[in-house]
Structures are given as structure tokens and as C-alpha cells.
């Protein structure tokens, strides 16, 4: 609902029943079968799927695309609409109605910045994109790509300047450090660089704005630089006519501003105050509890004041979201001017003093916005969670508010929301066939918030539900190294006595709450003492369930304490009493880079092989695959008895300086669990509030043995071709765990590896031919991978000294992250080598009994000698869309096949068998077959 003061209130009831009458009549687009008149260079499609809903206030179309910037323009014949760039590189054209006007594509990568203006001068406006793969494109106004400029590493952002001869030119950068001036055909000008790495300017671009600061009609370039994806360091101001050295640079660090610790989303400069020159608008996030603050200052940079929000942090939500958007807003019809604020699900109406006067909600998160000034319509990108629709929001209108808090969105969130609510009827109405004899038990799943629906919804006893806990003890640490004495987690409060733990283990315990525990960091594995875990095990022997830890990342001798004073001492305890387990959350490449390290093999080995889980953390990280293929290969060698898996908000989050998380439709959740059960992961530990708990129906799911998790070898769509990893390459596993330092790209690094471009700096990049990520997992992109599409099914990486002789494997393809070595143990670099790689993968392809071809994820379960099921699910993440997809039966003979949620039965035409598979969800098909002739 609405928030504001009491000066602002609305006349609430008249003006919902007024609202009533006009919102969302559902009235098509006038002329929405038409087909567009196509030139060169441009794409046609038909205007069906631009499905709108119409109210005098707000109107919604969809695209056929993911939606993440909109941005008001003058298009082709001078009329006024809207351009919006997509997940995948698309950028489209619209007018205000929702008529497509073109349709065009800026490479196929994620584009971090969209921007618009007339910089040739004829009354049109071109469009600017600022693209992941290194590479401006820009578009005239009718979508033709007129030029573009590449540059090494991704671009992060685009405006243009007024330069003292009259002429628009265009400023850009990202990654490489570099601010670049271009003309308006694509001629680079000048540009800002800095003098050495050692300089504190010498960091990534993040934003780049422009405006005339002193209100004397000359324009200059305010960029905001970071060094560090969890930081934003400084600020500096450039004059577009002599770009060599900055005009006066603000160093966050020598300020008391919240804004330094974290991010800043889209910035703004204007007039707020009236002076006569313009201030600069921060928009930041720098924790969970600030949400819709800024920083305000003036034109030389001199900080101003916060506008802070804290007062209203119990209207607006937690969470991991790190994009809000600032418009200035001026209505003269209504004699009206402020900031909108738009965060989320969230638009926070700010005076130009910075006083909040109003917040509204909606039921969905959305990717940004903009305004435009000529029709006072705010437009807003589609809804994160895989949307493709663009709204439009008159301002001009008092009941603008409601219609925000009301929306009623359109085009494929909806389709992919009715595609659940269809799934969860299959659900209820699924019968477990004659032939399967069980369903798959023993899973736990931890949660921080346990919906209480969970219980009702499930009969079999399936699944436990641990409720997990955060408890940090205030003990004497001088027991412990130097280094770990005085090393805490800062975020952490160490606020507890060992009694008070103690004494909630027991709470727990007689009121038969299964629980869990986080017990340690990466900065500080020592959350509480050992005495106080053992008196935890012994309270709790019924119903303690896990310890937790996370983001183990290091291997020095700091590390190498912990793991013999802390890791190990709690596998034996967990041994001794015999109930619980030790959890890993480790992020990045440890599971194929880090694990391999000698200090962890002291953990890591038989004797602790049954109270270990290897599981993930994949948050801000770009190898999802990675982590999947190590922890999947680690279990099938028999070195752990199971592993597990993490939901989380941020998983979404690929790069934190572009943190889109926050999905309010959770589709990718629940494809992501049934990817990982289905291939053997029984404990995970999801963050789900229960107001917004989605991953029910895949609990159900499990419960009547829709899902099953199947042992070792009941998995076949494993190839019989592993890879297999060597002691890693130290540049690897340097590269593979840098996730935090996003200022270390070297433009003269032209080293290939076998997993190449890992680094944070990478978000977004096209993955290159060499890269076995490329190939062998079908990852296009480093950016969230956790649905890839595996070609060759899930190529697992072993231990290279694990022995394959009597196993399920015939081969093995040796690395160290870097180089490939060949059968008598040279170096093969990995360009070079690919070809006799991916030989032995297509053998082994030819050997698998089955292999699901299409844009889609998919894993194969043997049920009994004669039945096997196949889940094939959506690979859009987060940018969901209906896929096809093809079974091809190779080396039996299939009889039957059904899908087991819809209850169709499939055609089988020689041994072929094509599914479709709803956007955001999955099909799941039971085929009966004989005369196998492998596995």
C-alpha cells in the first residue's frame, strides 16, 4: 500500500474507486496484427505478441524481449515513444502506444547502459549502447546500426556532452579505466587515461553524466570510479574540451558518507537547490538497512548532505537489489517538481530537500525507469524476474501512485506465472506410476524462515526442514593464533555468551526443532569456541542438523590453522555423536581450483568423507557451471557422500556493481532445484522469506517422487569423458577467486586458458572459443550459469589421480585450469588442443543412451532396468522464454513416453521424441525402453 506524511495524503477512497473504472481494460494495441515496413539491417516480427493493458494512468506492452533499460526519444518520423535494450542485446523501438517501430540487435552480450539524443542534428534521436562485450553501438532512429567502437573489456556506461564548438559528442567507459570522447560518426577524439595504475583515479568507470555545472551553458563530464565490486571509491569531474587531467576529483574515503561503502545506482545532475548550478545526485545502497538514501553534492564536488530513508525502512523491504534510479520530475500543469526515486518494487517521491513525501509498492520488482519531460510519462523497464513488457506511468495524473501499487503486468511474467500455477495443479494431481516402487528420502533443506504451509503441503517424510540460526560468541579468542585472535567478521555482532547458545540449542531441542547453525566465514571460521560447539551437540542430539560455513577461499597458513583447529575437530565431533553434518558454502572455482590445494586434502579424504557436504555459494559469481561440475565430480569419485546446493537472492547477481536481484517470480529457483536434485544434491540451504516461499511445489514434488534424486549410478546424462584436475595453475586460481577486485584488468594479458576470463571484471563477456566452458557446458556468456546447456551432458571434473579403471568412466581429459595435458603428460594449450577435446566428447556423446538437444538444461534418471525419466527445463535463468527441445533415444529402444505432468503421451519417431517446454518451468517425460546397450 501507499505511504506518505499527512501533508501529501490522497483522497484515498474516491480516488480507487475512480481507478476502479479505468484501470487495465485490456484493449489491444490499435493495429496489432500489422507487420512493419522492414529496412536493412532491421528485424521484422509481427506485432501479436505486443499484448498491452490500458488505463488513463498506466499502460503496459509486451516486447518478446527481457527488458533492462528504457529510455523516451524522438523515433522515426518524429514520433514520440520509447527505446528499451535487452538481456540479450536486443534493442527495440517503440512509440508511446506500443507500436513497434523497429527492431534492432547491439551484439548479442548484456547491455550495462542504454542512452538516447540527436547527436547528428536532424530532430531524431540515436541510440547509444554501452554493451558487455567491450563495444559501443549506436543506432539511428530507425534502429540501423550506424557505427560502433570496441574496446578490450566490458563498457559500463554512455552519455554524451555539448562541447564548446556546438557539437554533441559521445563519452563512454568501463573496465579498461579509459573515459573515451567520440565524435558523432565514431571517431575517437580524446580520452581520459590515467597516468599508471598507482593513480588513485586509475579504476573502472561506473558512470559517466554530463550538465551544464555552473549554469554558463558549458557542459562537463562528472564519472564516478570504483576499484573494487563491494565499493565506490571517488568522483571526478572532466571537461569534455581538455580531457587530459580532471577538473577536481572527490575521494569518498576522506568523507563521512555512507555512499563509499557500497553502490551507487543510476546518478543525476540538477538544480535542486535553485542556485543557478547544478548538484550531483548519488543514489546508494551501503547495506541492507539503507535502502532509497542519496548523497547530494555541488558542482565542485563538496559534499552536501545525505538523504537518508532510515525512518522508513519498515515500508521498505530488505533486499538484494543495487540498482535505484533517480529522475528529476518537473510538471509545470501541476506546478510540481521532485525526485523520484525508483528501487525494486519500490518508488520513493523525494522534495527537492530531500524530505520523503511519499512511497509506494508494487508487486513486482522491475530493472529501472526513466521520465520523460515532453509527455510526463515514466517509463519502466520489465520485471526481473523474466518479464518483457515496458509501462508507461503518467505523472501527470494524481492517481499515478495506486496505479504503481496496482499493476497488473502483461506479456511472458504472466505466461510464466500461469506456467507455475498450471505446474502446481500437475503437482496435486500426480500419481506415482506402477513402476516406480519409491520416492527418493533423506533430504534436509535449511531455511531461515519456515512457511508453515510446508507442512501441509507434504505427507511422506521426505524432506527435513532445519530452521537456521546466526549465533556469534563474545569469548576469550587468545586460545587461538595470532592472526585469528584479533580477525573477526565485521558484519557480525559477537554478541552472545556461551550459556545463551547453549541454552537456545536446548530451547530447540525439547520443542523437536530441527536446526542448523552458521558457524564461520572465510574471515572468521571461529564464529564461537569448540567447547561451545561440542555443548551444542550434546543438547541438541536429536534435532542439530548441520554447521555451516562459507566462502573458504584461502590456502595460506592462516587458513591451514583453521582447518586443523577448527574444520577438523568438527568433522570428529559430528562423527562422535552422530547425528550432524559440517556444510560448505564455497564460492567461485574452489571446488575446481582451490579444493585441489594440499592444506585441504588434510580435510577433504575418507576418513571425514561422511559428515562433509560440499555445497556453493554462487552469489557475484560467473562460473556457476564450474562449481557444479566439481562438486558433481568430487561425489562421484566417492570422496564425499553427498553434496548439496544454495538458493539465495543474489544468486542473480553476476556482477555486484549490477546487482538485479530481488525476483519476486522465483522461476529460476525452482529450475535450479530440480537441476541439482535430480542429479544427486539432497541438503541445501535456501533463503526464501515466507511470504514469498515459491520453492513449495518443487518440496511437493519431491514428497510424491516427481523428483527424484537419484544414487551415482542412476544418473545418465553424465558422458562416460571426464575432465580431470591436476594440481591447479596458480594464474587459474588466481584469476578463478578474484571476485572482489574488478580494477585488476591488464589490457597488454593475452594468456589463454582452459577456463579463461573468470575474473569480476569479466561480468557479461562473450566467453571465448578456447574456453571448455564455451564448448563443453555451452556457456555463451560469464554471467549466472546455472542452468547450461550441456551438449555433451554434464562433463564432471574428478581429481586427476583418481583411478577410472572398473568405474563408469573409459577416459579422462587432463588440466590444471590452464593447459590440457595429453597422454604422455605434455602441455597442450588450450586453442590448440580443442580439437582432439572435443573428439573424445563426441565419442562419448555417441556412447550416452540418451541426449537431450535444444536451448535447455537437462539431466536423465534411471528408474528401473526398462524406465528412465528426463527433466528438461527452461535455461533462462533469469530471462525465461518457451524452449524446444529434442530427446534422441541412441543406444535403446524406446517404447513409450509421457510426459508425466501434463499426462500427453509423446510421439516416438525413430528413437526421436520433441517436447516443449513452458517458459520459467520445466517437462519431465518417462520413457519405457529395452535393449539398452550402455549404462
Known sequence: MMRCNKKYRLVVFLSLVMLASFMFSGMPVDGADRIDPVEEGVFAQ????????HSEVLTGFSTGSH???????????????????????????????????????????????LFVDDIDGDGKDESMIASSDGTLYVLNHKGRLLWSYTTPAPLYNVCTVQGNDGKKYIITGGIDKHIYKLSATGTKVDAYVPDDSSNKQAGVVRHVISGDMYGTGKEYVIAVITYSVNRTNLMMMLDPDDMSKPVWVTDFNDLDLKAKKKFIGRCMVQDINKDGKCEILLPYYSSKQTRGEMAVFNSEGGFIENHESTAFNDQLRSRDYRMAQLSYVNIPSMSDEYVLLFFASDILVRNLDGEVRAIYSAPASFAGGEFDPETN?????????????????????DHWGEAFENIQQVGRIKEIQGNIRTLDEQIDAFVMPSYQQSISKDHLISLNHIDPKIESALTNDAIHFPKNYLWTEDYDRSSLSEYWATHKDK????????????????????????????????????????????????????????????????????????????????AELCQQYGTAKVFFRNKNIFWTGTFYNPIWAQLYNEKYKDVLIISTEDTNTRTAELSLAGRMGIWLTGAVDNWGTRMVEDNASYNRQYEWSSQKTQSHYMRNMVYHMSQGAKYLQNFVLPENDQTIPIYKMIDKGILITPEREDILSIPDVALAMKSPDEGYVEHGENGHNIALFDPTYDEKYVFDQLDCYWAGYPTAKHDFSNYGYGVKHRMSNFLPNTYYGMIPILPDDYDIEGSRFVDKITTDGK???????TKQDPDIYRKTVVKKLNQARKRMPVVVEGDVAWTVVRIDNSHLRIYILDSGYVNPEERQATIKLQNM???????????ETL?????????????????????????TTNH
Request: no cysteine; charged share 25%; proline share 3%.
Open 377 to 397: 510519462t515514466y517509463y519502466m523497464a520489465s520485471d526481473i524476474s523474466g518479464g518483457d513488457a515496458i509501462y508507461a506511468l503518467k505523472l501527470d495524473n
Open 491 to 570: 558484519r557480525k555482532k559477537y554478541d552472545m555468551t556461551a550459556e545463551q547458545i547453549i541454552a537456545e540449542a536446548t530451547r530447540l531441542e525439547a520443542e523437536g526443532q530441527d536446526f542448523t547453525v552458521w558457524a564461520g566465514h572465510t574471515t572468521d571460521p571461529f564464529y564461537f569456541s569448540m567447547s561451545t560447539a561440542e555443548e551444542i551437540l550434546k543438547a541438541a542430539p536429536n534435532h542439530f542438523k548441520m554447521f555451516i560455513f562459507s566462502e573458504f577461499a584461502k590456502s595460506d597458513e592462516n587458513m591451514d590453522y583453521a582447518i586443523k583447529n577448527r574444520l577438523i575437530p568438527l
Open 67 to 113: 527488458i533492462y533499460h528504457v529510455k523516451p526519444a524522438t523515433l522515426k518520423n518524429g514520433i514520440r515513444g520509447v527505446v528499451g535494450a535487452a538481456y540479450d542485446g536486443k534493442v527495440l523501438g517503440y512509440s508511446a502506444d506500443g507500436k513497434r517501430l523497429w527492431s534492432s540487435q547491439a551484439g548479442e552480450s548484456f547491455p550495462y547502459d
Open 46 to 53: 509481427t506485432q501479436k505478441e505486443a499484448t498491452t493493458q
Open 819 to 825: 593447459y590440457f595435458y595429453d597422454e604422455n603428460d
Open 893 to 903: 529402444n524406446g517404447t513409450k513416453a509421457k510426459n508425466i505432468l501434463t499426462q
Open 907 to 931: 510421439k516416438i519417431k525413430n528413437n526421436t521424441i520433441h517436447v516443449t517446454v513452458p517458459a520459467g518451468v520445466f517437462s519431465i517425460v518417462d520413457v519405457t525402453f529395452s535393449n
